[in-house]
């Protein structure tokens, strides 16, 4: 398809919403029907307890979910929503959300991630997330 | 209980998330069983078509349910997990995440939240989400 | 509307629901924006404690979820997925399940719903659920 | 561990849910981390299209996720909740939702399952959904 996402091209959404810069979000990887995307565990991103803050979690299960399916879908999809389960505290040096397209339509994918910390010595799932990215028009 | 929290306190562990800090969130409202967390839409908050962002939103979900849980269950308790659903996009001066406890047990509380975007013309419903607070030990 | 649902073709759809006649249900109540669908706890709707399925909350969470979607969009919608929450042990006489829209678009139905048990001493919240439903063409 | 469930016992804990008895219900794969249940596609469990009904979906992703676990958790856990995303009408002549554990600590497994429509010309994912199964006590 024409309208099929290059890396470059998501790359450059990404650059393009503030909020995503503000975290200093990348992708690292992006391909037909998958999306990385990482964060650094920053210290303005934590919560109370010196853990990643759930937000970020679920900003990275929210736009990662959203990337994976523009790698089908292409550019002009919406979120439809989203389900997020968190398992453990989120601690490391980066989040790496690992998101997927379990199943697509010609005008839906249905999407997962793991919300992966990584550290020097290994990395672990803290969280996961699932939900529905729509083509839109 | 000596350990339920006060309007007081919930905005003392507010002002203790570096994150909920940079993005300027607000508790407007809290009461037992009821939550209100406000945050600015901030030009550094938008995704690249001028909206808040929906990890803003996601954001705001899990934090305005999580302190309507605590108005409840005190103020040790995790987040397990939330689903969420957009609607429209995210347009507003102030977004307004109002949470409230639908039913609780001794030791979880099934929660809800409406995100609603404030103009100066009104308000709009841009999203919902529903979650489980549990009490931790 | 000329598709607006009444609550007659609502009980006539509902009644051409294999499933929904196999399980015993019946919409008690229909209006615009709100569908109540009740089932009785029968012995062959149980799991192995006694409780309730929670397969049966999660039929009635999704049906009733649907009907509510459909009093504003019209019949020609479809459940595109949502979350349930179970919170008790669903102890009781007949499963009520209250399903209303939060907010709506043209093409969008933001629903939520409560599963109560009845008994003949009162009511309980055992679970609640959150969905979207679509129009669809 | 001595409360590892094994495949004699789930199949017996399947054949004590009066409910799971009346869909006709069977795990037909279950090993650590893993648990397949599969359910014909009879006439009586429709909805008024002719696909399966949604509802049975929901019971298969509630229950195989919860099998699949119990399989790391042991037999004392219930269910959370889950999110179910909808793709595609389930047509087909068996339901088969296998489910797995992506993560778990020592109270908690988060778990995901397909909700496949087997035919005799091939397979399809129709659904997907994701829980988390607790410990009790």
Redesign the interface.
Known sequence: MSDEITPELAAL?LD????????GARITEFEHGRAVLEIEAR??????NGYL????L??????SL?FAGGSILGANV???????????PAIGRVLSARAHV????RR?A?C?C?LVMVDDDGE??V??????ITLLG
């Open positions: 959404v393009a919403q503030p909020f995503s810069k503000l975290l210290e303005d991103l934590l919560q109370q803050h759930g937000g970020v679920s900003y990275a299960a929210d736009n959203t919406l979120t439809g929503g989203f389900a997020i389960e968190y398992l453990r379990v199943e697509s339509t839906r249905l997962r793991e672990k799932v969280a996961a997330a699932q939900g529905t």
